[in-house]
């Protein structure tokens, strides 16, 4: 940029601090403030994947159907509290409209354009001597115990050969060969060599760490109180830690970016989907590379001397309380698909509050009503996965550059 922009990014997860590292790179002054920690959010305790294969949307035909019958069971995958709320009416309306082939098809593409850059992101980010994540290309493998959901994971994979994607079918055998650390009762698997993890919180906190060192400022422990407006812009954001000015400000703030524009007006048509994660010290029997409890839809990811269960999806609100009947379920479908867990040493529970939109679509733009504020936000379960393309789109926009991916089907207009 000709002149340096100054840069207020709120929110210090994933999203924001990799905003601030590419805004760097463009020669702004960037300034973030984060109510909490550095990473103290969804960035922190999620299962550190980087799966361009997890790029067909949660909307997928048939998924309401499911998500109808699992709202019974208050341990399901997929559980919507029942509460009068008119936000999530209007997102649960929406969300029905999206579950159907075309929106999904649409969304695929655009989903899977962001993953791969990112994952081109992380490797060269990987290669720097200043950061070590735990980055490994070991591929994510999808397993079952039943072969109506063998039949379910394979069509999915053949979805997304569709659009370039190279997974690899496997039979029982097959599958046991590739990761002897299974159950017998696994029948099959399907392989996406593609894939890739790392260790989120690690990944995140070396990232700003840099992003520091190289002059941006980190306000931690600084909540947003409100945003001042004047001819169309936001003038001035108020924090408890004092007023700011900026030319640009990133909305980076996940589950609680609608209600910090709600006040304006604006609309950011995104609810808190609660997960869980379950941290255990890595058995001797540990896999060897990132698994996806097909049935279960729970991810188990090794991270050197841990062992990682992170899964569900929980519709509740602003909820930050722990059910431990959902905690203790996902240990239970563990023990389903892995030996050698019937005595796990815990490290750690944690649950957080993703982003979710209601076509499983992130937000990425400027909006229309706010010509300086950009919103990045919406990257439900994938987070991690889409952080620094998203990181990257932002500090073009920023710059006015073209944007290396289309950023029509990101934009906030189109739940107009």
Same mark, same amino acid.
């Given at each position: 940029?000709?002149?340096?922009?100054?840069?207020?990014?709120?929110?210090?997860?994933?999203?924001?601090?990799?905003?601030?590292?590419?805004?760097?790179?463009?020669?702004?002054?960037?300034?973030?403030?984060?109510?909490?920690?550095?990473?103290?959010?969804?960035?922190?305790?999620?299962?550190?994947?980087?799966?361009?294969?997890?790029?067909?949307?949660?909307?997928?035909?048939g998924?309401?159907?499911?998500?109808?019958?699992?709202?019974?069971?208050?341990?399901?995958?997929?559980?919507?509290?029942?509460?009068?709320?008119?936000?999530?009416?209007?997102?649960?309306?929406?969300?029905?409209?999206?579950?159907?082939?075309?929106?999904?098809?649409?969304?695929?593409?655009?989903?899977?354009?962001?993953?791969?850059?990112?994952?081109?992101?992380?490797?060269?980010?990987?290669?720097?001597?200043?950061?070590?994540?735990?980055?490994?290309?070991?591929?994510?493998?999808?397993?079952?115990?039943?072969?109506?959901?063998?039949?379910?994971g394979?069509?999915?994979?053949?979805?997304?050969?569709?659009?370039?994607?190279?997974?690899?079918?496997?039979?029982?055998?097959?599958?046991?060969?590739?990761?002897?650390?299974?159950?017998?009762?696994?029948?099959?698997?399907?392989?996406?060599?593609?894939?890739?993890?790392?260790?989120?919180?690690?990944?995140?906190?070396?990232?700003?760490?840099?992003?520091?060192?190289?002059?941006?400022?980190?306000?931690?422990?600084?909540?947003?109180?409100?945003l001042?407006?004047?001819?169309?812009r936001?003038?001035?954001?108020?924090?408890?830690?004092?007023?700011?000015?900026?030319?640009?400000?990133?909305?980076?703030?996940?589950?609680?970016?609608?209600?910090?524009?709600?006040?304006? $007006? @604006?609309?950011?048509? #995104?609810?808190?989907?609660?997960?869980?994660?379950? *941290?255990?010290? =890595?058995?001797?029997?540990? !896999? %060897?590379?990132?698994?996806?409890?097909?049935?279960?839809?729970?991810?188990?990811?090794?991270?050197?001397?841990?062992?990682?269960?992170g899964?569900?999806?929980?519709?509740? $609100? @602003?909820?930050?309380? #722990?059910?431990?009947?959902?905690?203790?379920?996902? *240990?239970?479908? =563990?023990?389903?698909?892995? !030996? %050698?867990?019937?005595?796990?040493?815990?490290?750690?529970?944690?649950?957080?509050?993703?982003?979710?939109?209601?076509?499983?679509?992130?937000i990425?733009?400027?909006?229309?009503q @706010?010509?300086?504020? #950009?919103?990045?936000?919406?990257?439900?379960?994938?987070?991690?996965?889409?952080?620094?393309?998203?990181?990257?789109?932002?500090s073009?926009?920023?710059?006015?550059?073209?944007?290396?991916?289309?950023?029509?089907?990101?934009?906030?207009?189109?739940?107009?």
């Open positions: 940029m000709a002149d340096a922009e100054d840069v207020l990014i709120i929110g210090g997860g994933v999203i924001g601090v990799c905003s601030a590292y590419y805004l760097q790179q463009q020669g702004a002054r960037v300034t973030l403030v984060e109510k909490q920690d550095i990473c103290a959010g969804s960035s922190y305790g999620n299962s550190g994947l980087v799966v361009p294969s997890h790029s067909v949307p949660l909307t997928a035909p998924v309401l159907g499911q998500g109808l019958r699992w709202m019974l069971d208050p341990v399901s995958p997929l559980y919507i509290k029942p509460r009068l709320d008119r936000e999530l009416l209007r997102w649960l309306r929406r969300f029905r409209a999206a579950c159907r082939e075309a929106p999904m098809r649409r969304a695929i593409p655009t989903l899977l354009e962001l993953q791969s850059g990112s994952l081109e992101l992380y490797q060269g980010l990987a290669a720097r001597e200043d950061l070590n994540f735990g980055f490994r290309r070991k591929g994510w493998l999808q397993i079952f115990k039943d072969e109506s959901a063998r039949k379910k394979v069509k999915e994979a053949e979805l997304l050969e569709e659009f370039g994607l190279h997974p690899e079918v496997l039979n029982a055998a097959e599958v046991h060969a590739l990761e002897p650390n299974l159950l017998p009762s696994v029948v099959g698997g399907v392989n996406y060599p593609e894939d890739a993890q790392l260790i989120p919180d690690r990944f995140v906190k070396q990232l700003a760490s840099i992003v520091e060192h190289q002059g941006a400022t980190l306000k931690t422990s600084t909540e947003v109180l409100g001042e407006t004047s001819g169309g936001i003038s001035t954001v108020v924090t408890t830690r004092g007023n700011y000015r900026p030319d640009h400000v990133v909305l980076a703030a996940g589950a609680w970016s609608p209600v910090l524009v709600r006040e304006l $007006g @604006l609309r950011i048509p #995104i609810q808190a989907a609660k997960g869980y994660s379950v *941290t255990i010290k =890595a058995p001797s029997t540990c !896999p %060897g590379r990132p698994l996806m409890l097909f049935e279960k839809k729970i991810a188990a990811t090794p991270m050197g001397e841990m062992l990682r269960f899964g569900t999806l929980e519709l509740a $609100g @602003l909820d930050l309380t #722990i059910n431990r009947l959902r905690v203790d379920a996902i *240990t239970r479908s =563990a023990r389903e698909y892995l !030996p %050698g867990l019937d005595n796990m040493e815990l490290i750690e529970i944690w649950r957080g509050l993703r982003p979710a939109t209601p076509d499983g679509v992130p990425i733009g400027r909006t229309r @706010l010509e300086n504020l #950009i919103v990045a936000s919406g990257h439900g379960m994938i987070g991690m996965s889409l952080g620094p393309m998203t990181g990257k789109l932002v073009q926009i920023v710059s006015d550059q073209q944007p290396v991916v289309d950023l029509t089907p990101l934009r906030l207009e189109r739940f107009d």
